[in-house]
């Protein structure tokens, strides 16, 4: 491999110990922030990154709620939950996890969480806020690649960043934090036209798609740097059985053959989401008791 990996595991270590120092600085005005993540379903995929991000919260110092209901649940009953962790004082942050069962219209649960605890930075009142350029609860896994970028690039002005994928939870927000650090900014989805030569304009790519290991060395600019969002379980026919392995939205090896830098799947954005989840119920908590928020939790 020529490109440098960028190491998201080794980077979120360092985002979380400045988390638990925030956290350990609270306690003496006797606040210790709080964070609900809320689980519909069964998902086995979603409770083992419930239950990463509950051991994560408390390892920081933090209070950690879980709630769960049944895959049945009515968006009344979602939406009665929520309402009840708006009014708990001990809960400063709220996520429920995506995606939702059919029933459950994801827009209105989002929309019926306090902004100020909306760690995930997905109310229409955050997402406004960060494109008018205001203090925003900021979502998190853009929040992680813009650390990660800011960490190997430095000033990222004048780049040409080309983000791919344009959902409210990661395409969107990235674009927005990419021009707030004066990237000239691409966003590209299902309908670009030439994809590959759309990406291969950029100095930065980000590949938000959902699609394993799409994004391949000959669409990318020599020196480039990659940022690798994807996390798709694939087969993995090496191991047999029904064993499987995750795998981004860049085919790994050819893209680091190419890129300057590069993030692996798994090590990369995913341990990035949760160490700024942390951050940002620090924040929430700090701002909700009126103490001075931590210059260094938030972008
Ligand atoms: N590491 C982490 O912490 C996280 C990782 N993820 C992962 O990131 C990926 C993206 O997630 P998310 O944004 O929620 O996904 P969505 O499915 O909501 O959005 C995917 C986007 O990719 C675009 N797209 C789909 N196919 C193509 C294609 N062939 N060419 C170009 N664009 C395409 C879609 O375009 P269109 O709008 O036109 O349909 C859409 O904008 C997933 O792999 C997900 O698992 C997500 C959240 C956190
Ligand atoms: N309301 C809400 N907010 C989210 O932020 C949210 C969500 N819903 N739904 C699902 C996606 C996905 N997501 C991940 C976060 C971390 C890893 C992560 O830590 N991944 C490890 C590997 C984990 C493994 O081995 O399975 C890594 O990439 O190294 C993965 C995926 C957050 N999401």
Redesign the pocket.
């Known amino acids: 491999m020529s490109g440098k990996l960028i190491d998201g595991k080794a980077f979120s270590e360092r985002v979380r110990a400045r988390v638990a120092d925030a956290v350990s600085g609270m306690a003496s005005a006797g606040v210790v922030p709080g964070l609900a993540v809320v689980l519909v379903g069964e998902d086995p995929a979603s409770q083992v990154y419930v239950r990463s991000k509950g051991k994560r919260t408390v390892e920081a110092g933090m209070r950690s709620f879980e709630h769960r209901l049944p895959a049945t649940a009515s968006q009344a009953e979602l939406l009665a939950m929520v309402e009840q962790l708006n009014a708990d004082p001990q809960v400063h942050g709220i996520l429920v996890q995506l995606p939702l069962p059919s029933q459950i219209d994801s827009a209105a649960v989002i929309g019926a969480i306090d902004p100020a605890k909306d760690v995930d930075g997905f109310h229409p009142v955050n997402a406004g806020l960060l494109a008018t350029g205001q203090d925003a609860l900021v979502p998190c896994?853009p929040l992680g690649c813009l650390l990660l970028l800011r960490d190997h690039l430095g000033d990222l002005s004048g780049a040409d960043a080309v983000v791919?994928?344009?959902?409210n939870?990661?395409?969107k927000p990235m674009a927005q934090l990419l021009l707030r650090d004066s990237c000239t900014v691409t966003v590209?989805?299902?309908?670009?036209r030439d994809?590959a030569a759309t990406v291969r304009r950029a100095d930065i790519v980000i590949a938000?798609?959902?699609?394993p290991e799409?994004v391949t060395g000959d669409w990318v600019r020599p020196g480039a740097t990659v940022i690798d969002?994807?996390?798709?379980r694939v087969p993995n026919p090496a191991k047999g059985g029904d064993s499987t392995r995750l795998v981004g939205?860049c085919d790994f090896d050819s893209c680091a053959a190419v890129a300057g830098a590069i993030t692996p799947v798994p090590g990369g954005?995913?341990p990035m989401?949760i160490a700024c989840l942390l951050a940002n119920t620090a924040v929430a908590a700090a701002r909700a008791h009126g103490l001075d928020v931590p210059e260094d939790l938030t972008a």
């Open positions: 896994t791919i994928g344009r959902s939870i990661v395409g590209a989805h299902s309908r670009t994809l938000a798609v959902g699609r799409m969002v994807g996390i798709n939205d954005v995913g989401t």
